[in-house]
């Protein structure tokens, strides 16, 4: 670990990371313990409580549980999450389970004399047609991707309770606003997952099945970014030990004045064809492909501008040919433990 005077955040906190048992949780508790946080020996510790240990949809729970285990700093990585099908069927669980837990956490954080905060959004929160890449201004430019607006609701929502509460109170809240993320842990539903993984799994039953040919919703020209979730978790680190948007050197906005959330991905984008294309060959699949255009497409483009973070001296470093085939691993590893959901 870098010298605790050069730092945000220091050996001696206790960190909580709400939400560990996720793909961007359990991310962001493995690069802590890589960057030595949570050493007891120094006084710190990472508090990674399970659903049944701390339900933050109960906020007289989360109020209670932060009075007795005091942390010093919060990550909130837990949301109710899903693919364009969980969003369409189920809008207000997504609404109002993400409001809920948001509320609970960073005002619970504030009130309990939290020191610092980081909230991950995501990457819809921005309108369906902004300009390419997406910079941190295109916030509250245009009109939302109806496929996940009560999704991206709940999450500006959060950003902006996290910036208000900075304004207001001085309450050190940051958020970064991840693009598609994927890795180990990452959920493989069949109707209730992102498309990544609901290609993994789909190409992999289609060679259990000798399935010759597998059908993929929408036309296939979508393009999107992907981010792997341990790259997410060393941003994470990295924003907590070195992100201060009140310092004179911070990130700033288009016109000056310092901006409360931060674009996290790789600034690469492909097609959603392509990539359907590199997990079908990852997984091994030799069949064909064919794209069902009466389903939805959902936002055309999607890549966002990560200069801002690059500046600062950071960004991602496992490529989607690297990740890819761990992301299979993953994958075959959860289904052999019989740890998928069905």
């Avoid at 949570?38 to 510790?45: H, I, K, N, Q």
């Avoid at 900075?166 to 992102?194: C, E, K, V, W």
């Amino acid at each position: 670990m870098k010298p605790e005077t050069s730092l945000l955040i220091s050996a001696s906190d206790r960190i909580l990371v709400a939400g560990a048992r996720g793909m961007a949780g359990s991310a962001v508790v493995r690069a802590l313990r890589r960057a030595g946080y949570g050493d007891e020996r120094c006084g710190g510790s990472l508090l990674t409580p399970t659903r049944q240990e701390l339900d933050l949809l109960d906020l007289t729970a989360v109020r209670t549980w932060f009075a007795k285990q005091q942390p010093t700093v919060v990550v909130l990585t837990a949301a109710t999450v899903g693919g364009i099908e969980a969003n369409r069927s189920r809008p207000a669980d997504f609404l109002l389970q993400n409001l809920q837990l948001e509320t609970n956490v960073i005002e619970t954080a504030w009130h309990q004399g939290a020191r610092r905060l980081l909230f991950l959004g995501s990457s819809c929160i921005y309108p369906k047609f902004a300009d390419q890449p997406i910079r941190e201004e295109a916030l509250l430019t245009g009109s939302l991707e109806p496929t996940n607006e009560w999704y991206a609701i709940a999450k500006i929502a959060g950003i902006k309770l996290a910036q208000a509460l900075r304004l207001q109170h001085g309450f050190d809240a940051i958020s970064l606003m991840p693009t598609n993320l994927y890795g180990p842990g990452d959920n493989y539903h069949p109707t209730g997952s992102h498309v990544l993984p609901a290609l993994i799994r789909r190409f992999q039953v289609a060679i259990e099945r000798g399935v010759s040919t597998v059908t993929c919703w929408g036309s296939g020209t979508p393009l999107r970014e992907f981010l792997h979730a341990d790259d997410l978790g060393e941003a994470s680190v990295f924003a907590l030990e070195r992100w201060n948007p009140d310092a004179e050197d911070a990130p700033c906005d288009e016109a000056g004045s310092p901006l409360a959330f931060l674009n996290v991905g790789t600034g690469i984008d492909l097609s959603i064809r392509e990539l359907a294309e590199a997990v079908a060959h990852a997984v091994g699949y030799a069949g064909s492909i064919e794209w069902d255009t009466s389903k939805p497409d959902g936002t055309p483009k999607k890549q966002l501008d990560v200069s801002r973070l690059a500046a600062m001296g950071w960004r991602a470093g496992i490529s989607l040919s690297e990740g890819l085939p761990r992301a299979v691993a993953d994958f075959r590893e959860q289904k052999a433990a019989g740890t998928l959901r069905n």
